[in-house]
């Protein structure tokens, strides 16, 4: 009998906790979209909310050509060239014998700490006129700001998370495929085509459309290189046009509006993709075998290629941005004497950087906002994807929907939705133009890749073990801290450090909210790279904070989980 209510008693309160996520997903989730669709019809000029109209739509349609078909071209391009980097790259990581294999793998993750700005510049002077990798290849000079050069700079940012996707698919693939079809005779172009090709179709088709989706929102790359050169994308529209006089509001909406619509399918298509990747694997059993390839000679062919690729994509444009943070302004090093260099090699761009107090409350203001905001999205992904994988609640899969639905909503919309709402309808919660802001709509837009990340975790984690503990008198809370979080620690904590760089570098969503009460590191960047006396002190703001969160990341990956048993139960 007091096993019975014991057990309606826990039912029933799995269902309130399930029906309180969904309320907070959609209040969090779902109400900004509805926002920002509302005030693409109400509103004009600097009035957020005014009269029922469609002038909004019409100016948008009317001007919005070129622009969409720039925002088109820019997103296929750069997900067409990172799903055919991140797959040869992948492929060489997970599926040869190639030596390196592991320093390459860990190498390429250096891209997520450089910061913005910072490194767009890097790329600039690297591409762009009197550039070094022109020079190396024998031409006189690449045009950088150019729809070609945008594509560039923002594929090599896609690499890492294009690699992340494809690896775990490469490594599920039986060798014994494939050396069944070099034995019948196939050759190794053969063998990719009619046996290793069909099963990586859908993952690749995958990194496509994700890499589609990201790019359609990037913000970064369109405003320090597309701007200059006059390509406007949409999202750098949405940002003109609501901080650049003459203020449009309602125009920005439209445009906003449109980017969401255009993401929404590309999200469900995602969904579905990320589906069939189910269906194309191989099934483990005695005879599965996922080991590498043996290329014999070639490895090391393989091995260079992959090698020299990193090299000029991720190594170089590190080492060029210490470079430039030692010279009081740019001296090209294939043209300049090495002499000449060496005599202006100096620490003064470190200096004024920790002379400069308006950028260092700026770091402050953002590691801040991060470690918090990496804190909750931890803690929340954990729990979701707990509800969404392992409870018995029946709208699971509603819960999943509403956490994942904020991919498809881009950072500028995002912001625009945040400023209508906590200066419209919920201006009496004080919290526009406060830090509070940024760790609101940082948790909005970051949940979706914490649930994501935090469900490879559960999944490895029967729930058995979690009833094991509250059979023994654990309390739930204990038996997850207990049981649950030091089987998932290692994925914690690298969801965590992700999380931590991504936002304390963001960009989009700060341009769009800042104030200045509240600097931040990147809008506190764009602002100061314009300045011709900055150079030094900008690059050596990126050595420091890239050395920050390698040292993190060395620190978390070596630390053990007993370490951070904080407290006793």
């Known amino acids: 009998m007091w096993q019975r209510i014991q057990q309606r008693y826990s039912a029933n309160r799995n269902q309130w906790i399930g029906i309180g996520i969904v309320i ?26 005014a009269d029922f109209t469609f002038q ?15 925002t088109f071209v820019f997103a296929t391009g750069s997900a067409i060239l990172t799903t055919i980097s991140a797959g040869g790259i992948a492929w060489v990581i997970a599926r040869t014998d190639a030596p390196f294999r592991r320093l390459y793998y860990f190498t390429l993750f250096l891209v997520f700490f450089y910061p913005p700005v910072v490194i767009e510049t890097v790329w600039i002077r690297l591409l762009g006129e009197n550039g070094l990798y022109p020079a190396l290849i024998g031409i006189n000079s690449f045009n950088i700001y150019s729809m070609a050069g945008m594509v560039i700079v923002q594929s090599v940012r896609l690499l890492p998370i294009g690699m992340i996707l494809l690896i775990p698919l490469f490594k599920s693939i039986d060798k014994t495929l494939e050396d069944a079809a070099r034995t019948s005779g196939a050759g190794l172009l053969q063998t990719v085509r009619y046996v290793t090709g ?24 369109p405003l320090i290189i597309g701007l200059p050169a006059e390509i406007p994308v949409l999202a750098i529209e949405v940002y003109q046009s609501t901080n650049t006089p003459p203020v449009e509001y309602g125009f920005a909406m439209a445009q906003a ?29 005695e005879g599965f075998v996922a080991d590498n390839v043996e290329t014999g000679r070639w490895k090391y062919v393989y091995s260079a290629v992959a090698g020299i690729f990193i090299v000029f994509t991720v190594v170089v444009p590190g080492l060029f941005m210490v470079y430039n943070s030692l010279l009081p302004y740019y001296m090209p090093p294939h043209i300049m004497p090495l002499e000449q260099i060496a005599s202006s090699f100096s620490l003064d761009g470190y200096r004024a950087l920790f002379d400069n107090s308006e950028l260092l409350d700026a770091a402050k203001n953002s590691f801040l906002v991060a470690f918090i905001s990496a804190f909750l999205l931890t803690g929340t992904g954990i729990v ?6 392992k409870s018995e609640i029946r709208y699971k899969k509603l819960i999943d929907y509403l956490a994942f639905f904020p991919i498809g909503i881009p950072a500028v919309s995002l912001a625009l939705a945040m400023m209508v709402l906590y200066l419209r309808f919920l201006d009496f919660i004080p919290i526009y133009g406060t830090l509070a802001i940024f760790l609101v709509a940082f948790y909005i837009k970051y949940i979706p890749s914490n649930v994501r990340t935090m469900e490879t975790a559960v999944l490895q984690v029967d729930k058995s073990l979690i009833e ?15 049981l649950l979080v030091p089987v998932i620690f290692n994925l914690t904590r690298i969801s965590w ?25 990147s809008s506190i960047l764009y602002r100061i790279s314009n300045q011709a006396s900055s150079g030094a002190e900008t690059y050596a703001f990126g050595v420091c904070i890239t050395a920050l969160f390698v040292a993190v990341v060395l620190l978390l990956h070596s630390t053990k989980y007993k370490r951070f048993n904080l407290f006793r139960w």
């Open 198 to 221: 069909p099963l990586l179709l859908p993952g690749m088709a995958v990194v496509f459309v994700f890499a589609f989706l990201i790019t359609l929102e990037s913000f970064r790359v």
């Open 24 to 49: 907070g997903l959609i209040l969090l989730n779902i109400v900004p979209f509805v926002i920002i669709v509302l005030s693409s019809f109400r509103a004009s000029g600097t009035n957020l909310w």
């Open 257 to 285: 509006v449109f980017l969401v619509g255009v993401s929404l399918p590309l999200l469900y298509l995602y969904k579905r993709l990320l589906g069939r990747t189910n269906q194309y694997v191989t099934v483990s059993g």
């Open 468 to 482: 094991a503990g509250s059979v023994a008198g654990a309390s739930v809370s204990r038996s997850i801290y207990s």
């Open 497 to 521: 450090i992700l999380s931590f760089s991504f936002i304390a570098m963001e960009m989009p969503i700060v341009m769009m909210l800042r104030s200045p009460e509240t600097p931040m590191v």
């Open 384 to 389: 979701i994807a707990w509800v969404v994988n």
């Open 56 to 70: 909004n739509w019409v100016l948008f349609v009317e001007n919005s050509g070129p622009v969409i078909l720039n």
